[in-house]
């Protein structure tokens, strides 16, 4: 399960980003609705890893995933606040962002060595999309 959540993450969050690139806002709201939903999946193997004793050290990627995906659900769809146009506000929840990618990215790695290599070529592709927003952005600019 913790796998599977981790290719819907990715291919969430790279489909958002190129939605965002193209002005397809109404259309990145469902992928903010499937990260919503991601939440459920984490929280289920949160408990379930808790309660079977698994390393502290995946139950802290779980739960740095789940913060980085409450964070989304409350500040994006609950609250509605425009936390990325202040640098202030906007770095700490890129940082969560990160801590969340790279939790998935290790978690993945440490249950299958080869997922987790496939789950680390979308963590990049979604830095690539990243780059392409940030250089489609400066030429709208």
């Given at each position: 399960?913790?796998?599977?959540?981790?290719?819907?993450?990715?291919?969430?969050?790279?489909?958002?980003i190129?939605?965002?690139?193209?002005?397809?806002?109404?259309?990145?709201?469902?992928?903010?609705?499937?990260?919503?939903?991601?939440?459920?999946?984490?929280?289920?193997?949160?408990?379930?890893?808790?309660?079977?004793?698994?390393?502290?050290?995946?139950?802290?990627?779980?739960?740095?995933i789940?913060?980085y995906?409450?964070?989304?659900?409350?500040?994006?769809?609950?609250?509605?606040?425009?936390?990325?146009?202040?640098?202030?506000?906007?770095?700490?929840?890129?940082?969560?962002?990160?801590?969340?990618?790279?939790?998935?990215?290790?978690?993945?790695?440490?249950?299958?060595?080869?997922?987790?290599?496939?789950?680390?070529?979308?963590?990049?592709?979604?830095?690539?999309?990243?780059?392409?927003?940030?250089?489609?952005?400066?030429?709208?600019?």
């Open positions: 399960m913790f796998i599977v959540s981790g290719f819907i993450f990715f291919i969430s969050m790279i489909s958002a190129l939605l965002m690139t193209n002005e397809k806002m109404k259309t990145v709201k469902i992928f903010g609705l499937i990260l919503a939903i991601l939440m459920l999946p984490i929280i289920a193997i949160l408990i379930n890893y808790i309660i079977i004793g698994r390393d502290l050290k995946f139950i802290i990627y779980l739960i740095l789940l913060s995906l409450m964070a989304e659900f409350l500040l994006d769809m609950v609250f509605k606040f425009d936390f990325r146009s202040k640098t202030s506000r906007h770095v700490p929840y890129i940082i969560l962002e990160y801590a969340a990618c790279f939790s998935f990215v290790f978690g993945t790695l440490t249950l299958d060595l080869t997922i987790g290599w496939i789950i680390s070529f979308f963590f990049w592709t979604l830095l690539g999309t990243l780059v392409y927003y940030i250089i489609k952005q400066k030429k709208i600019t």
